[in-house]
Each structure stands twice: as structure tokens, then as C-alpha cells.
């Protein structure tokens, strides 16, 4: 290699080392995979499934005077297949924070964002999951409305106070230049929440609009609210909400929810079991009914082991719809 080659490289390896110095950098991510055994609307099958695994890539830049900013990416990956979920990234976002004054995001927002979500972080922080909100024991999107991973959105979260905060997100639900690709509907999350010590609060609300009016059996608005007590190696919680609707002369305005729980742990075991009950909104009778149980045991600090059981009636004014089943897991975090 020539000398002007040398220091070609070793002007590129300084720039890049004084680069990671300025930014910090994280890879991070979970593979979560199980053996599942199903019964739906009658008919019997196995499958092995992901369960929402993902690689991320985040980090900041300290920008002096309690300012920091935020970047961070995140793609779904399907383990069970070796493929990326679409939207391929889970979430997208650049940001600012401070000490003082709380963090903002913008893009591609989910809870996992340093913003946070509105209404699905207060699910996470009140309830369980047994043992992941995805797969067949998913509950995050089908009971609870949690309005999580949006598009196009600027999320805030303030600092906390005496144990509250708050978080909002505005959702734009597509571009005006490019022809409103999602008819101009636009979403606003908020959301308050309280912890101190063993005590859980959560209070949300959310609220769809769009320019000429909501459509028929469109989401209007919704609350929610929860609390979880610690009580040492058992925790109770309990969230509950209503959703509404622009509804027709067959169809609900207001859709009921709620969910109540149990954790239990002690060392590396820990079993969750949940009950929970949603209004079907396109019915005037039905409901859906769902209970689950999950057993966890800790491999590690970064891997557990899991063993769930679901029963969803999915809507009791319908036969023949219910889905049940059992499935063995893995989860690792890295």
C-alpha cells in the first residue's frame, strides 16, 4: 500500500473512532419462538411461530446542557421463517431529551421509543402477559385497542413529578402530498400515569378524527384506566376501558373492555393468568370472552423458558369461532 493509501485508512479509522466516541450505540434485540398446539373453529393443528421477535439499533449523542439526541431503529423479524415483517421496522425515530424539560420523538413510534406510548405503555406498566402480546396469546390490538406502533407520528413524554407523567402522540396518518393516502384521518393519544413504590395508576384517552367525517363502524374515541398493587411476589391489576364508535343501526357505539390479573414469582418461576371480556362491536349481543395462563422459568437473565394456555370465544353471538390452545417457548434477549 502506497503512504498516501496509509494515511487514507488512517484518517478513516480516526474519523470513525472519533464518531463512536460522539454516539453512543446499542444493538439490541429478543428471538421468541414456540411450539404451538391449536384448536380453531373446530379443527386441530400444530405450528411453530414467532412471537414478535426483533433486532433494534439505538443511541444518542450528548448535545451539552442536559440535551441528548435520540435516534433509534428496530426491525420485526419473522424467526420462524428468516423473513421481516412488513412494515419492515417496528419503529423509526429521531428525538430530543432533557432532564428538565422531557423527551420528544417523531416517525415510526411505538412503546419501546424513549417517548413511549400513550395508551399501550399503560398497558404494559398495569398488566401481565402470558407470555407474550404476540402469537396466540396476543391481546395488545384485539382486546385492548392499545394503539401502538403508528406511523408518521411526534410523541412526547414529560419528566416525571411527586410519581406522575404524561405522554402524548399525534398521528398524521399519511402525507398531504401525496394525496392523503389514508383519507386524512388523524389520531391523538394521551395518556397519565402515576407510580410510587408498590402503587400503579393509569388513566388514557385517544380520539380519531378525519376531514368529511368518520365512516360507518369507524373508532371515534376511547379511555382507558388501571391500577396494579405489589404486594411482594404477588400482583394484582385491573384495566378498564370503553371504546366508541360512529355505529350503524346493527352495530355497538360504545365497546366495553376489561382485563384482571395476577402475577405471581418467586426466584426464576413466575405464572401469569389473566381473564379478560370485550363487547363485540359489530354486534348488539355479542362479547368476547378470553382467559389465559402462562408459566415462566428464567434460564438466565436473558432467556426464559415458557409454557402458555388460551381460550378466546372470540364473539358468543357466532358458533363455531373460538380458538384455543397450549404452546412451549423460548425467549432471548440480547
Known sequence: MTKRGQLLVLGVGMASVAALAQTQVQINGQVRLSVNRVNAAGSSYSELRDNASRLGFKGSEDLGDGFKALFGLEMGIEADQGAVTSPNFRHSYVGLSSSRWGTMAMGRLDSATPAGSPIYSQVTAITSFAANDAGLTAIGTSILNARNRTSNSIGYMSPSFAGFDMRA??????????????DAARS???GVNYHQGPLKLALGYASDSREGGLKI???DHKWQAGVRYDFGQVSPYLLYGRDSYR????????VDYWMAGVRWAQGPHAVVANVMRRDVQTSLTGVRKRYQV?????????TEAQLFWDNDSVDSSRSKVRISGVGAGLRHNF
Not at 402522540?169 to 389514508?182: A, I, N
Not at 355505529?247 to 360504545?254: I, K, L, V, Y
Not at 402462562?294 to 436473558?302: E, G, H, P
Open 169 to 182: 402522540r399525534y398521528y398524521w396518518r399519511g402525507q398531504e402530498s401525496l394525496g392523503e393516502t389514508e
Open 247 to 254: 355505529n350503524s343501526a346493527t352495530s355497538r357505539r360504545n
Open 294 to 302: 402462562a408459566y415462566t422459568y428464567a434460564l438466565s437473565k436473558r
Open 188 to 190: 391523538l393519544d394521551l
Open 217 to 219: 363502524n369507524e373508532f
